[in-house]
């Protein structure tokens, strides 16, 4: 009987109704359509960003993150292998050495930092080797060719096709040395990064290095960003080595993760005052409502209706309203979300270059995650039900006399 009796009171004042409707409406379609955008361009850069370089995951000797040298390495024994082969959700793996140089043509020389990969694993793993500025990459692990970055090679002064000294101090401590042929140049749009890189062949790196079977690092891309908590909890189950530790992207790039905090917390600060101004409204209308029936709310206090039961009417109308509102409003914003999927904002030449710069994609993207439409549909319903509080205390404390006077 409640039920019905607050359906025919919401249409009592129609203009009143669908104008709070059409508010709660606007609200959860821009709430979902701002967060989906928010949400899924942060994937998107994520993405672009661990695949460029880092790795969705990396395996590494437990101090290295901290203590980035030749001594904290490790070897890929036959559990890392078969863990790294057999877990869901992996889909292929890099090895790595990282090293400092020096590099040096003729009677320039330069600081470098160096990088030992295998190039045919890493095109599966990373897209930094699409990166070819002049010449090409090298496809062989052992041989005596290298990449240098595009500005290394300026400042030393030489071309692609030249050979050079690299000198480094190896894991034994000894200082090691060797030519090797640049066959090309890499350029990332950071000077700095492109002042300093060199990229060899892994066992070529070894050898150079003195470090035998070691590496330092193994890059890991997964299928799926939402996947990593998983994937990282098996590969730990299954290594169950105390000495080697597996981190996500947002350990191994703590900038780009506290950027993205940052302008998380923006957007929610902003969605939160949009859903409190539609509180307001929400409570607005209710008022009106209820001080408008206060000498019907009387007459039917005066005959034996408990204050409770009103009360109980009054929350009812409201989460008619809201629970209309938002499933029109869920309904709208999946679709605009969806569009936004299939047909990403693309930036402007300006702000395009400055996402280049940041190895991001210039483009605004959206997403379907089921939790924005749950989240803002809870907070949307939790803040009806909260202001429609005043309205309803007014209910409960109305005295059946005073209600029939009321006009």
Not at 116 to 130: C, D, L, S
Not at 170 to 180: E, S
Not at 343 to 363: N, R, S
Request: hydrophobic letters at 45%; one cysteine or more; aromatic letters at 10%.
């Amino acid at each position: 009987m409640l039920l019905k009796l607050a359906w025919r009171n919401i249409w009592r004042n129609k203009r009143r109704s669908l104008i709070t409707l059409a508010a709660v409406v606007f609200a959860a379609v821009m709430a979902i359509a701002m967060r989906g955008i928010q949400l899924g361009t942060y994937a998107l850069n994520i993405r672009s960003v661990v695949e460029l370089f880092s790795g969705y995951l990396q395996i590494q000797e437990k101090n290295y993150l901290d203590n980035p040298s030749l001594t904290s390495s490790f070897i890929i024994d036959s559990k890392i292998l078969d863990a790294l082969k057999s877990t869901k959700g992996v889909v292929d793996y890099a090895p790595r050495i990282y090293a400092d140089g020096l590099i040096s043509y003729k009677d320039n020389s330069r600081g470098a930092a160096i990088f030992g990969i295998e190039p045919e694993k890493e095109k599966n793993v990373t897209t930094f080797v699409q990166n070819i500025n002049s010449g090409k990459f090298f496809t062989s692990d052992s041989s005596n060719q290298i990449v240098v970055g595009d500005q290394l090679l300026k400042n030393l002064d030489a071309k692609v096709g030249d050979e050079i000294v690299l000198l480094a101090q190896g894991y034994d401590g000894t200082l090691g040395n060797q030519k090797f042929k640049i066959v090309g140049t890499v350029k990332f749009g950071v000077q700095e990064l492109e002042s300093a890189l060199i990229f060899m062949g892994l066992k070529s790196a070894q050898s150079l290095l003195a470090m035998g079977s070691k590496v330092n690092v193994v890059a890991i891309k997964a299928d799926d960003l939402n996947h990593l908590e998983e994937i990282n909890d098996q590969l730990s189950s299954k290594i169950r080595n105390s000495n080697i530790k597996i981190l996500s992207w947002d350990k191994i790039n703590p900038e780009l993760e506290q950027a993205i905090q940052l302008d998380n917390v923006s957007g929610i600060f902003f969605l939160g005052i949009l859903i409190v101004i539609v509180a307001f409204g929400i409570l607005n209308t209710v008022l009106m409502s209820v001080i408008e029936r206060f000498r019907e709310f009387g007459v039917v206090l005066a005959i034996g209706m408990p204050q409770v039961t009103l009360t109980y009417l009054v929350y009812i109308e409201t989460m008619l309203i809201t629970f209309i509102g938002l499933v029109a409003g869920n309904i709208f914003g999946y679709a605009i979300n969806y569009y936004f999927i299939l047909h990403p904002i693309i930036l402007g030449e300006e702000l395009k270059k400055l996402y280049e710069i940041y190895h991001f994609l210039p483009q605004l993207k959206s997403t379907l995650q089921v939790s924005i439409f749950f989240n803002v549909s809870l907070s949307i319903l939790a803040i009806s039900l909260a202001s429609c509080f005043y309205p309803a205390y007014k209910v409960y404390k109305l005295e059946p006399l005073k209600g029939i006077r009321h006009t």
